[in-house]
């Protein structure tokens, strides 16, 4: 009994993960609630607990991107007496080799048994959100090859990543659509007749066991083999191509020879080693350019499911909103006075330190309740207006940006904000953010300016409507009731969707913004 298992459902809006690592490889023996894998998303990373007990057997590669629901792998809850018999059948030929009729007679049961002659067709599985074709880039079995359960018997190669396709059904392989061939997700790949492959072998009964064992190793050449032996994968080609490395030269360590991503890889020092000692090879270079000076080393990394996820949100954002930033100035001295005179004591009495981001946090949560629809969003055709604020902070991880939700921010006080500030940040850094705390928000406080910023335009984190963005302070000359005088000045940033909040909206929100951060008694009187 085979048991499929599915990426479950991790998280509200996640609506596909990648497989980060598997942590059992396929065949291996697995028990019940056993971590198998771990998954991510472009919010957390999760662990995947085996469903049954037996056999695992894998279906999504590392790597691979795929969407919830979708199966992940199979478990064969009777793995180990399905694997039993293979052991006595090949047991009783090496121990009686003049006894051929009767093992033939027994192989030829279990074809039967599966059925004989009946075809299974393999179409195009879907291999991810919005392909909607695939390459063959190779068949690694050749037309009339018997093949087994979930061996892999080609690569199909999409326009974001490549996929083995492994046999459904053992029998004999009927090629329907050829290498290099452009297939729609669900077409026709090929055709497996179950049980008619595994007659070959039995054909032969008569025969000496050493002609029988020399045939399969005659036959190996001039297949499969012959095919496979050095020809790179798509990925291992492509990197070979971009070095400028020829396959010829590189020693292929995958089935059957062929050259792995792993060997193209490991090839980039091993070939430029043959071309240092040919010094007539130098003259010419030397003669037709001049070298450059110094190291030219590149390296190449996958993007995590984060940055991906983060990047195709920020371009989406840019060509679905119609955004528009405006630009203010805050005088920050009344700020930085108030801090100074009265750090020590909020920190004695609240346990934490009195940073700005909770009077900016406490100054954008009284302007949003006066200007509602800076703290709207859009759904569809209609406009969502929250009485509440949730205020996405973004933090910079060592995963990428994350914006974990102080929720119902309006009703913190200072203390409250700055512990809560310090939680979500700390838990940020260690990768221990939880759906829920990166779940919502109605707006949201980037500040730019703890890494040098002076001026930016951020990019609103959809489906919100606007974001601030903090930078950092200078001291500069400003006119002060007639006078000039030096003061530490904050430059002030707010992208909005233009669709939903309009330009006195905008400008009046940050304009009080500035009010009240330039007189913080406002934010204890409320007005």
Not at 169 to 182: E, H, K, P, S
Not at 305 to 329: P, Y
Not at 476 to 481: F, G, I, L, N, Y
Request: proline share 6%.
């Amino acid at each position: 009994m085979s048991l499929e298992v599915k990426v479950p459902a991790v998280g509200e809006s996640i609506t596909e993960v990648t497989i980060a690592q598997w942590l059992k490889k396929d065949g291996d023996r697995v028990e019940m609630d056993e971590v198998i894998a771990e998954l991510e998303s472009d919010k957390a990373t999760f662990e995947l607990p085996a469903e049954a007990a037996g056999i695992l057997r894998i279906v999504a590669q590392e790597g691979d991107t795929i969407e919830v629901g979708a199966t992940i792998c199979r478990i064969e809850q009777n793995g180990e007496a399905g694997g039993a018999p293979a052991a006595p059948a090949a047991k009783q030929e090496t121990a009686a080799p003049t006894a051929t009729a009767a093992p033939a007679a027994q192989e030829s049961a279990p074809a039967a048994a599966q059925g004989a002659g009946e075809t299974k067709e393999m179409r195009v599985p879907t291999v991810g959100e919005s392909i909607t074709e695939v390459t063959i880039a190779s068949w690694l079995k050749n037309d009339g090859d018997h093949v087994e359960m979930d061996e892999v018997i080609a690569e199909l190669e999409s326009d974001k990543a490549t996929f083995e396709l492994p046999a459904e059904a053992a029998g004999t392989l009927q090629i329907v659509a050829q290498q290099g061939d452009t297939v729609e997700i669900g077409g026709l790949l090929c055709r497996i007749v179950q049980g008619a492959g595994a007659a070959k072998p039995a054909a032969q009964p008569g025969a000496p066991a050493a002609q029988q064992a020399s045939q399969p190793a005659a036959a190996a050449p001039s297949g499969a083999q012959t095919y496979a032996s050095g020809t790179p994968s798509p990925a291992a080609g492509k990197i070979l191509s971009e070095k400028g490395i020829n396959p010829a030269d590189v020693q292929g360590t995958g089935r059957d020879g062929r050259i792995t991503k792993e060997d193209a890889v490991g090839a980039q020092k091993s070939a430029a080693k043959p071309a240092t000692p040919a010094p007539a090879a130098k003259q010419e270079t030397a003669a037709a350019a001049p070298a450059a000076a110094g190291e030219r080393n590149q390296r190449r990394e996958k993007m995590s499911s984060l940055r991906k996820t983060v990047a195709r949100r920020l371009v989406q954002v840019k060509n679905d909103t119609a955004m528009l930033t405006t630009f203010n100035e805050v005088d920050m001295k009344p700020i930085m006075d108030i801090r100074a005179k009265y750090k020590d004591k909020f920190k004695e009495k609240h346990e934490v330190g009195l940073g700005f981001m909770s009077f900016f946090t406490k100054a954008c949560t009284v302007a949003l309740q006066e200007w509602p629809a800076v703290n709207a969003q859009i759904d569809g055709n209609d406009m969502i207006f929250n009485d509440f604020v949730d205020v996405s902070i973004a933090v910079s991880s060592p995963k990428g940006l994350v914006v974990p939700v102080i929720r119902n921010a309006e009703s913190l006080t200072l203390d409250g904000i700055e512990k809560e500030v310090i939680r979500l940040a700390k838990k940020a850094r260690d990768g221990k953010l939880s759906i829920e705390e990166m779940t919502g928000g109605t707006f949201t406080i980037t500040n730019g300016g703890v890494f040098g910023s002076m001026m930016s335009t951020p990019i609103i984190n959809a489906p919100q409507s606007a974001i601030l963005g903090m930078h950092n302070i200078v001291q500069r000359p400003v006119a002060v009731d007639g006078q000039v005088e030096i003061r530490p000045m904050m430059y002030l940033a707010l992208s909005y969707d233009h669709r939903i909040i309009d330009g006195r909206e905008s400008v009046s929100f940050l304009v009080r913004v500035k009010e009240l951060l330039e007189d913080p008694m406002r934010l204890l009187l409320g007005v």
